[in-house]
């Protein structure tokens, strides 16, 4: 092989190491591309993994952001409570029929069906109910004797126990109700409610409004969210008074209400959560309203009746007119309106001034007219007309004297 062959084959060779080290460097961008996507993947999966495993909702019982209850459902579990989550209101009255206590944060949420439901659970077991901030509906039937009175103000300083608490204050001295909590988004929530019972119910932490905490022997109201989240259990005594109202006795049923339970289809009106008084009070008012509105308006007077310009075409008037005329059978009206409007209209072309006559106007046509004063007359005169031939006949005769004028 000469000097030049030997050349060529070595740049060929060289070629060939270039070209197949850059496809093992392309081999190994792609390689490291892959693994960095299915990273990626695997993270992201984990990631909704997690998510799902820790609800973020307000109140849930696994969740650790201000407004979620981790740490008050942990300190119960360190007590020796078994504690439970459920979102349909039948599983929460099979627990409320077996016993143990179940918390249902939001009863404004249920509708009538399901407070009735939870309520024969309760009559049915020995079991406790906390209700967490009810509305007037929720409380009519879960705890007829309890009703709202107010809410807390936001800027209210800590609410002490009295002596007159008695077991309502569950071993607390003090409660901040009304300093709002926050949300999942930072933003604060609705402020306490303040509530009112009757004879045999007792109440603590009062204001002149009412009381945050009211008690039955089965029902607890709290007013405040601040008593289960994890951001009012670092203040007061709110820790003491939700650990012991909840109790670790028996099995606790976190009662968080879904918009996916079967029952949640059927929401109740918010006419049916009126009181019952609401339908007479309001037939009262009807018929209140009714009386006013008739006495009012005699004073109104009479109608009256106010004449407006009209508009309408002359042949129009004149047909309608004579059907009229035909209809009531007015021969002589007829003729009379005939023989009117042609002694208008001859009077007018010979001059004739309407004051002057019939035998002025006579005068001047028989000049102009092959008639003789006497037919004349008969035409323009009162002649009364027996029948609508006769009519006829006269309506053509005073056409063709009007026709002699124009000659």
Partial sequence: MTGAGIDAAARTARRGRRRGGGAAREDRSTRIAVIVVVLALLASVAS????????????????????GSKALASVLEEQGAEVGTVRRTDEAARDLRGGGTVLVTDPSALGRDQLELLRSALDAGESRLVLLAPDF????VLAPGIRPTGRVAEDAPVIRADASCAD???????????????????????????????SGMRSCFRTDAGASVVRT????????????????????????????????AGPVTWYLPSATDPMASDLAS??????????????????????????????????????????????????GR?????????????????????????????GVRR?????????????????????????????????DAELVRLAHDLDRLEKEIDR
């Avoid at 909704?48 to 407004?67: D, F, I, M």
């Avoid at 049916?272 to 007479?280: F, K, R, V």
């Avoid at 046509?365 to 002649?383: A, Q």
Wanted: charged share 20%; net charge neutral; aromatic share 4%.
């Fill in 48 to 67: 909704v993994l997690a998510q799902g495993r820790v609800r973020e909702a307000p109140y849930e019982p696994s969740s650790p952001l201000p407004a």
């Fill in 137 to 140: 509906g929720s409380l009519s």
């Fill in 168 to 198: 309502a204050s569950f071993r607390a001295r003090s409660v901040r109700a009304g300093e709002l909590p926050l949300d999942d988004d930072g933003e604060q929530t609705a402020p306490g409610l303040l509530y009112t019972g009757g």
């Fill in 217 to 248: 022997d089965h029902v607890i109201v709290l007013g405040s969210a601040r008593f289960i989240t994890n951001e009012g259990l670092r203040e007061a005594d709110g820790p003491t008074v939700a650990l012991n109202a909840i109790g670790t």
């Fill in 270 to 319: 918010p006419l049916e959560q009126l009181p019952p008084w609401t339908g007479p009070v309001a037939l009262w008012l009807a018929v209140c309203l009714v009386l006013a509105l008739w006495a009012l308006s005699w004073r109104l007077g009479p109608v009256v009746v106010e004449p407006l310009p009209v508009s309408v075409r002359s042949q129009e008037l004149t047909v």
């Fill in 322 to 350: 004579a059907h009229l005329l035909r209809r009531a059978g007015a021969r002589d009206s007829a003729a009379r309106s005939l023989r009117s409007a042609a002694a208008v209209r001859l009077a007018d072309r010979l």
């Fill in 355 to 387: 004051r002057e006559g019939l035998d002025a106007l006579i005068a001047a046509i028989v000049p102009h007219s092959r008639r003789d004063g006497g037919e004349i007359r008969r035409l323009l005169g009162p002649e009364p007309v027996a029948s």
